[in-house]
């Protein structure tokens, strides 16, 4: 049954772990041989999707960097509490408790879609960050409408769209939008992006976060990041264009912008072979800042 919950233990894999931000339950996954030679980089993956996103990118990055990825609160097997605030700067706080907890001096932060811009505020507000990568950001464009802030208001569609978010065939409709080469959406990779909706607080959770609008600002906050910010774009994406990268470009002052071609909105999926060579390529413009 698709919205038959699963208890956590048996969600879980033996890669998965978990720390305590604000006492709710966060996983995270490691996906090298540690070195302190290597920079620390996280990421953070997109709206409905979990640290699962990064299966295929980040062994390619594990020699040249020490690789973790984060669910986010609400997402994946992390909790999904009722009484959050799911703003992007909150989420961003997970980021900088799993740096003090796994005792960083320096981190380098990556995000996808809505992830972008929750890293972007980790990048901002954290002085132990020391490099900024954005994969087909949310931040100019969201992709949030402007009447959403006013469905709420009228309609009680928070627990509607929660249980949209449970079945199988609508995410995948759904999600092959995403892609340029839709053949990718395969059965594995719709278990992984249902992993987090087989949760026993999935329902509650979301319901929460949907019911709630918050101004996106980031796009206003780009010129007060100082750090090297790396743009990954895939060009084939339908609702972010040429000019929205080239915005971001201009906007971040210390930037570079990487075009992928053949590649849509989830650009660190489909070609994680030119996107993993465009990082370890750039670890040395990623690490050189602010001394």
């Known amino acids: 049954m698709p919205n038959e919950t699963i208890s956590l233990n048996e969600l879980q894999s033996n890669d998965d772990a978990f720390f ?3 006492d709710h339950r966060v996983r995270y996954q490691s996906f090298s041989e540690l070195s302190s030679e290597k920079p620390n980089l996280i990421l953070i993956h997109g ?3 979990s640290l699962g996103t990064w299966e295929s990118l980040a062994p390619k990055l594990s020699k040249t960097y020490n690789v973790y990825a984060i669910d986010m609160l609400g997402f994946g097997l992390s909790e999904k509490p009722v009484y959050y605030q799911y703003t992007n700067a909150n989420q961003a706080s997970i980021i900088q408790s799993f740096a003090e907890i796994m ?4 981190f380098i932060v990556g995000g996808h879609s809505l992830g972008g811009a929750v890293a972007m505020h980790a990048a901002m507000n954290n002085q ?3 490099g900024l990568i954005l994969f087909n950001p949310g931040i100019i464009n969201t992709g949030v409408p402007e009447f959403s802030k006013y469905l709420n208001l009228i309609f009680p569609m928070s627990r509607v769209s929660a249980k949209q978010f449970t079945n199988r065939e609508f995410r995948k409709g759904f999600l092959k939008m995403s892609y340029h080469n839709s053949i990718i959406v395969t059965d594995q990779v719709m278990d992984r992006v249902m992993l987090g909706s087989q949760t026993a607080d999935y329902i509650s959770g979301m319901s929460s976060m949907l019911s709630k609008y918050y101004e996106a600002n980031e796009a206003e906050l780009m010129g007060e990041v100082q750090l090297p910010t790396l743009i990954v774009f895939g060009i084939e994406d339908r609702n972010k264009s040429m000019d929205e990268a080239l ?3 201009d906007g971040f002052m ?3 912008l990487e075009i992928i071609q053949d590649a849509g909105h989830y650009v660190h999926e489909e070609s994680p072979d030119s996107v993993s060579k465009i990082i370890i ?3 040395k ?5 602010n001394e």
């Open 47 to 49: 709206f409905g999707n």
């Open 20 to 22: 305590r931000h604000d």
């Open 285 to 289: 413009f990623l690490t050189d800042n």
């Open 103 to 106: 005792n960083f001096d320096s």
């Open 281 to 283: 390529e750039s670890v």
């Open 254 to 256: 210390n930037s570079r």
């Open 247 to 249: 915005q971001l470009k």
């Open 128 to 130: 132990k960050a020391q």
